[in-house]
Nanobody
């Protein structure tokens, strides 16, 4: 059973930066994709970014382009989300997700990912 553990959340002021980490364990997980989703209070979960473990191609939500960077370290079974120029509207619980056998058209769909972390809170104060 794959387990995902996020870390790195916290509180920053507008314009600040944070880096989230997600470490996978408990399974033979050499392929597939890992990504980040977020959920703000009273809102639906939304896609943030994803990276293919093989090849390293990345995909971002429009709001994340130019501000967020997703990277991977396959040797550590980990991914990271560098978030810059944070805004109050980025405040949310950020979740790490992983899956095997994903296809390109499903990468932005949280329902396609069978493995999820517990989430880490990111709060951006104005």
């Amino acid at each position: 059973q794959v387990q995902l553990v996020e870390s790195g959340g916290g509180t920053v002021t507008t314009g600040g930066s944070l880096t989230l980490s997600c470490a996978a364990s408990g399974g033979a997980f050499s392929g597939g994709a890992m990504g980040w989703f977020r959920q703000a209070p009273g809102k639906e979960r939304e896609f943030v970014a994803v990276v293919w473990r093989r090849g390293g191609n990345t995909y971002y939500a429009e709001f994340a382009k130019g501000r967020f960077t997703i990277t991977r370290d396959n040797a550590k079974n980990s991914i990271y989300l560098q978030m810059n120029t944070l805004k109050p509207e980025d405040t949310a619980v950020y979740y790490c997700a992983a899956g095997l056998g994903l296809i390109l058209s499903s990468l932005r769909n949280g329902g396609a990912y069978p493995y999820w972390g517990q989430g880490t809170q990111v709060t951006v104060s104005s």
